[in-house]
């Protein structure tokens, strides 16, 4: 990679950029949510004697886990629940009702919220189904209930929701209906399936993982994953976030929130979003569009936003296991520790996989090790502590390990063999954990054998994986956390363009209305925002041919002028390397009778004749318009390759500067890019400017859909937008 191009990109003038600003603001929105999570006073409204409904589990589990408020059950049916006196309504309650809990049929819960109205209730959980995920009757339902809470300032979580836990020993409220209550951590679950979290729940108990918060928001008619981050943020029970989506309300919002929270507060946020496989981008006319499937969008905004995306649940509580209990690592250098050679040699090909190095030790830490460990032992990394290890070899082996300056941290392997005081280990590495200002990982490799000394592990918060590639894997993704807080900080950069030249050719097309522009017009946009384009004229007729030529010279390139055809080398719309005018005349009468013999139906403007840009390395950048997220910028190889080899990148925008070098940085054929065979490296300041530029344009023209410039041709010094393409909003 080309260090001076990639760290220090040309500055270029900075103005103030009204689209810029919105998607910052709406970051900044906060909701009282402490009513919701700390309530003095909780109502149960459809509490029931019938001991296995809805009403009386939640109202059940409010009273047995320890809740340090009053609970009034709501149902005027009854007389009490559960030995609790009962009340018709929440206007009958003497008393200052923080949250209420429902748990009534949907079509009755707006007379429930405009009673909860009346009594100034601040928040409201609505366990209930029944809403939109049924169809239009359940949808309408959902949106008089929104209105109703809106109307009164009421705080809404759910509907279709399991509801919410809070461990804090000073609130202690379980108002769900699940079977068990969290036990107390440091770690917060945000999850849209309610199914789901009962799952998690059960599994988060058998593993001894704790949680600060447990969060079912369900339909979020409301409260959204946006309003629980921010409570989050600030909350000093939580170090960290996890979360299952199914969609995301807002992506830019989402963006700046999570950049702050990962970012500037420290909270990691691990996330798994769900429908991968989705496909969204079918019926698009452009490169960029064709790749941008719908899970693009997601890994775009989880990049922006410093979150760690995972596939499966295993991981999300794989990684929630050492980001809420261990401190971070201050590099990449791992060091370890096993009793036997098969599984080190296993953990090296995992972490050198994950992208993380070998420790080398120091010469104290190698006469250390050599002076505790027997003959047979290795004293170089892996460390293979032999067969017959003992805890007080591990306790040697580690303590050094552990105080090597040239330590990054350690994993920690066990086979279970004979002599293997397999407690007793598990015991020491819970003690050296504690002393540790490194992150140490366990893998007890096994099932029966190993299991009290797993319990030890995880009683003591000790990251433990059944086998050393876990490990490896969660180490890895706390240094790229690490290294996403290290980052330097940037921002949009926003310059000096020439708007009122795009206003008019994007008028102009609207006008005669089209919404594909040729690439003469496409071109002409981005030489008004600072492109570098080629020169370049249109010839309408045979007769204009010469003068072009004497003004461009040759080399040329020579591509059908049509608003209808976007692929011109399917109906052989392009000819290079033209080098005199005969060929210019040739290449011309042959383009036009292959257009409308292929395309008669086809608007011709003439052909668009453009000087040849030297070989260089090719790329594409693009933009497509996500239905929810707005703009998403794409980065990757170009020219005739791009779909075949997909080697993009996609981030929204407004891009940041830091974005912008990502984007360059994170294709599979980057070395292609940094040089090979004696070639030097591209110009990486100029295409990151123009993935700046591109930004800006796209945000401050919602009118483009889709944008193609394949190829930018990219050069040790400088780079040129050989061909473009444009499709506006219809």
């Not at 199914?246 to 929130?257: K, M, V």
Request: charged fraction near 25%.
């Amino acid at each position: 990679m080309n260090t001076r191009a990639v760290s220090d990109p040309p500055r270029a003038p900075v103005f103030k950029s009204k689209a810029l600003e919105d998607t910052r603001d709406w970051a900044q929105q906060r909701r009282d949510l402490e009513p919701l999570f700390a309530p003095r006073a909780v109502a149960v409204v459809g509490a029931s004697a019938r001991r296995d409904s809805v009403g009386q589990s939640v109202f059940r589990n409010l009273l047995s886990s320890g809740y340090t408020g009053v609970v009034y059950p709501i149902n005027p049916k009854h007389r009490s629940i559960l030995g609790v006196r009962s009340y018709a309504s929440v206007l009958e309650v003497d008393d200052d009702l923080d949250l209420v809990v429902i748990a009534v049929p949907a079509s009755a819960i707006p007379e429930v919220l405009g009673q909860c109205a009346q009594k100034g209730v601040r928040s409201a959980i609505v366990l209930s189904a029944g809403f939109k995920e049924t169809g239009a009757e359940g949808a309408v339902f959902e949106d008089e209930m929104r209105k109703r809470a809106e109307e009164a300032g009421i705080a809404l979580l759910g509907p279709n929701c399991l509801g919410l836990i809070n461990t804090d020993p000073a609130v202690s409220m379980n108002a769900t209906f699940a079977r068990v209550m969290a036990a107390p951590g440091h770690v917060a679950f945000l999850s849209q399936s309610g199914a789901l979290c009962t799952s998690i729940l059960d599994y988060a108990r058998a593993q001894h993982i704790g949680f600060s918060k447990f969060i079912s928001f369900g339909n979020k008619t409301d409260i959204d994953e946006i309003d629980l981050l921010r409570y989050l943020a600030t909350d000093e029970k939580t170090s960290a976030i996890l979360m299952y989506v199914e969609e995301l309300s807002e992506g830019p919002r989402f963006i700046h929130l999570a950049r702050e929270i990962t970012g500037v507060i420290g909270k990691p946020i691990l996330a798994i979003k769900t429908g991968r496989t989705q496909q969204g981008a079918s019926a698009a006319s452009s490169h960029t569009g064709s790749l941008a499937g719908a899970d693009a969008a997601y890994d775009a905004i989880m990049a922006q936003a410093g979150v760690l995306r995972v596939d499966t649940v295993q991981e999300l509580f794989d990684y929630a296991m050492a980001f809420g209990s261990q401190p971070m690592p201050r590099g990449d250098r791992v060091a370890i520790v096993t009793n036997a050679g098969g599984p080190g040699i296993m953990a090296t090909d995992a972490c050198v996989y994950q992208g993380l190095n070998l420790a080398e030790f120091s010469a104290e830490t190698t006469d250390k090790l050599q002076e505790a460990l027997p003959a047979a032992a290795s004293c170089h990394n892996p460390v293979d502590l032999v067969g017959d290890a003992r805890s007080d070899r591990y306790r040697a082996a580690l303590a050094a390990v552990l105080k090597d300056r040239g330590v990054d941290g350690v994993i920690a392997i066990l086979t279970p063999q004979n002599m293997t005081d397999i407690d007793g280990i598990a015991s020491v590495l819970a003690e050296l954990a504690q002393e540790s200002s490194k992150p140490l990982f366990a893998s007890f490799m096994g099932g029966v054998d190993v299991a009290s000394g797993v319990q030890i592990l995880r009683r003591n918060n000790v990251p433990h994986y059944p086998f050393p590639e876990g490990a490896a894997r969660v180490f890895a993704a706390m240094w790229r956390y690490q290294r996403w807080l290290d980052r330097p900080r940037t921002e949009e950069r926003i310059f000096d363009v020439d708007r009122k030249a795009v206003n008019e050719i994007f008028s102009k097309a609207r006008a005669e209305g089209r919404t594909q522009l040729p690439e003469s017009e496409a071109v002409a946009v981005l030489a008004a925002y600072g492109f570098p384009t080629l020169r370049a004229e249109t010839a309408s007729a045979s007769a204009d041919i010469e003068g072009i030529c004497g003004r461009l010279g040759f080399p040329l390139v020579m591509k059908i002028a049509s608003p209808d055809i976007l692929h011109k080398t399917d109906v052989g719309g392009v000819v290079l390397n033209i080098k005199d005018v005969s060929a210019a005349e040739k290449a011309f009468a042959d383009m036009m009778n292959s257009v409308k013999k292929q395309r008669p139906d086809a608007e011709i403007w003439g052909v668009h004749m453009q000087q040849m840009a030297a070989s260089g390395r090719e790329v594409i950048l693009g933009a497509t318009r996500d239905a929810r997220f707005g703009p998403m910028l794409m980065f990757g190889l170009g020219g005739i390759y791009t779909e075949a080899l997909g080697d993009v990148t996609f981030r929204l925008a407004p891009l940041r500067e830091l974005s912008a070098r990502h984007m360059l940085e994170q294709i599979r054929g980057r070395k292609i890019l940094t040089g090979t065979r004696g070639q030097g490296p591209v110009d990486f300041a100029v295409l990151q400017e123009c993935l700046e530029r591109l930004s800006q344009l796209v945000v401050e023209f919602p009118t483009i859909k889709e944008i193609d410039i394949n190829p930018l041709i990219a050069y040790e010094e400088g780079a040129v937008a050989a061909d473009a393409r444009i499709i506006l909003e219809g």
